[in-house]
């Protein structure tokens, strides 16, 4: 089922969105593109305790991420 992909730290359901530079963006405004890179490690993931602790507005929808819920 897993390890295919074998990112170190995290894998699919262990962030709820993206940050690069100023922006950040919710799972649902992710592109598949950009959802496999953040897989792979190249994309700072916010993770659930993250976007629990702060309060991070994605930059595409305006809604307040939240802790992504497989
Ligand atoms: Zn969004």
């Given at each position: 089922m897993s390890g295919h992909i074998g990112t170190p730290g995290g894998?699919?359901?262990?962030?709820?969105g993206i940050a690069f530079g100023d922006e950040t963006v919710c799972r649902k405004c992710m592109t598949h593109e950009e959802t496999m890179t953040a897989i792979r490690g190249f994309t700072d993931k916010l993770s659930d305790d993250e976007v629990a602790s702060k309060e991070y507005t994605c930059s595409r929808c305006n809604n307040q991420i939240v802790p992504f819920k497989g």
């Open positions: 894998n699919f359901e262990t962030f709820s």
